[in-house]
């Protein structure tokens, strides 16, 4: 859909946790994962966020829309600067270096704070590992 503003999805509610719903996450791929909430974060960025992150649904919303990997939130954030800031390495930052897109995202800078990915991994302190495979598609960034 073509929904605007700060409106709640079934997909927002999912991925925040207040409901299931008995979807499964075959159905997930159906649902609108473009659509703004809460304080302009989409539902990407919520999932990357969360303390316990679904890598199956990460993985559906990397495969089924791609585009999203570079949709920036009010701060200019991408899924790629949130998974970072919340120090979520190893696959989930593999998956969203995968794509094109996902690429696209270490070479974007947050509006607010002009910090590109590898500033926003340096002060969350991820490793060695992940500062070299941002750098490996962005040599520039530094």
Known sequence: GSNKGNAETVMHAVVDGTTRSGMSTEELRFLDRGMQIRDGAYPLHMLLAGPNVDIEMVENFIVEAPDTSVLGDKFGRTPLHVALENRKEGLIIDMLLLTE??????????????????????????????????????????
């Open 101 to 142: 897109e996902g690429r696209k995202a270490t070479r974007m800078s947050t509006t607010q704070k002009e910090n590109l990915p590898i500033h926003v991994a340096a002060a969350a302190g991820c490793s060695v590992q992940v500062a070299k495979a941002l750098l490996l598609i962005h040599p520039n960034a530094i």
